[in-house]
């Protein structure tokens, strides 16, 4: 999906929806943004189908949206295939060739390199640059083309292999604690990103903030035990929950931050 119109948007989500109605099987979007994801869920009521996401693993930013008709809800109801692994959905594994003399490859790095390619943005899913795991999903029409094509990264040669066990990957996770005025959206948000509270508001309000995928826009808020909290330019967390007070009376959380 390349345009950023919420119109247009909103009318590809209904007619893929319609697509899939009429010809009686599950049709896929392109992967989608957070922000994408949250204007499927503003035209969800209106579509033909069932929406249902997933972006190969548990934890994925970005997801692609299948569009579900009744008749093929069996697709689903298969004991051997679960949901997760109906999605044409892949992961390719990215190892340096000589580790020696490899450089350090980030996000950045592996999403321009494909970028480079004349890779559409919305064919590739999220992508994981840490020191154990240089990942990267994408649409299953895309990992011949990948596997052929991408031969470096920067000036480092790269070696490719399809990753078979991808959707138990488990992100990196940092603990932290801190000590909060409140549990509303906007005190955990200043807690987190340690902004003012009024910065904090100024991030809700201007949409940066999204929750289980949703955008959240409510600084009143009260953020519940495993809610996913994604912050436009400060990364993505998961609420832990409260932990209690202290004698001054204020709230302390625990939350995870994705690595």
Same mark, same amino acid.
């Given at each position: +999906?390349?345009?950023?119109?919420?119109?247009?948007?909103?009318? =590809?989500?209904?007619?893929?929806?319609?697509?899939?109605? $009429?010809?009686?099987?599950?049709?896929?979007?392109?992967?989608?943004?957070?922000?994408?994801?949250?204007?499927? *869920?503003?035209?969800?009521?209106?579509?033909?189908?069932?929406?249902? @996401?997933?972006?190969?693993?548990? *934890?994925? !930013?970005?997801?692609?949206?299948?569009?579900?008709?009744?008749?093929?809800?069996? *697709?689903?109801?298969?004991?051997?295939?679960?949901?997760?692994?109906?999605?044409?959905?892949?992961?390719?594994?990215?190892?340096?060739?000589?580790?020696?003399?490899? !450089?350090?490859?980030?996000?950045?790095?592996? @999403?321009?390199?494909? +970028?480079?390619?004349?890779?559409?943005?919305?064919?590739?899913?999220?992508?994981?640059?840490?020191?154990?795991? @240089?990942?990267?999903?994408?649409?299953?029409? +895309?990992?011949?083309?990948? +596997?052929?094509?991408?031969?470096?990264?920067?000036?480092?040669?790269?070696?490719?292999?399809?990753?078979?066990?991808?959707?138990?990957? $488990?992100?990196?996770?940092?603990?932290?604690?801190?000590?909060?005025?409140?549990? /509303?959206?906007?005190?955990?948000?200043?807690?987190?990103?340690?902004?003012? /509270?009024?910065?904090?508001?100024?991030?809700?309000?201007?949409?940066?903030?999204?929750?289980?995928?949703? !955008?959240?826009?409510?600084?009143?808020?009260?953020?519940? !035990?495993?809610? $996913?909290?994604?912050? =436009?330019?400060?990364?993505?967390?998961? *609420?832990?929950?409260?932990?209690?007070?202290?004698?001054?009376? =204020?709230?302390?959380?625990?939350?995870?931050?994705?690595?």
């Amino acid at each position: +999906m390349n345009t950023t119109s919420p119109d247009r948007l909103m009318k =590809r989500f209904e007619d893929l929806s319609r697509q899939a109605n $009429q010809r009686g099987y599950v049709t896929y979007s392109d992967f989608l943004s957070l922000h994408e994801q949250n204007i499927l *869920f503003q035209v969800k009521n209106k579509l033909a189908t069932e929406v249902r @996401l997933a972006g190969g693993y548990e *934890f994925a !930013e970005r997801q692609l949206a299948a569009f579900v008709p009744t008749d093929a809800l069996v *697709f689903y109801s298969d004991k051997k295939m679960s949901q997760a692994e109906a999605f044409p959905i892949c992961c390719i594994r990215i190892q340096p060739l000589y580790p020696k003399f490899a !450089e350090k490859i980030g996000h950045r790095d592996i @999403l321009g390199a494909l +970028m480079s390619l004349g890779i559409n943005r919305g064919k590739l899913g999220d992508i994981i640059a840490n020191d154990e795991d @240089l990942l990267v999903f994408v649409e299953e029409s +895309m990992v011949d083309y990948i +596997m052929q094509e991408l031969t470096s990264i920067r000036h480092t040669m790269v070696t490719l292999s399809v990753e078979t066990n991808a959707k138990g990957y $488990q992100p990196r996770l940092e603990y932290h604690e801190t000590v909060i005025s409140s549990n /509303r959206l906007d005190a955990v948000i200043a807690g987190i990103t340690r902004l003012s /509270r009024s910065n904090a508001m100024k991030l809700i309000i201007e949409g940066k903030i999204f929750i289980n995928g949703q !955008e959240c826009q409510n600084h009143t808020y009260e953020c519940k !035990e495993n809610d $996913q909290i994604s912050i =436009r330019g400060f990364g993505k967390i998961r *609420f832990s929950g409260v932990l209690g007070t202290t004698k001054k009376d =204020r709230t302390k959380i625990g939350y995870e931050s994705f690595i």
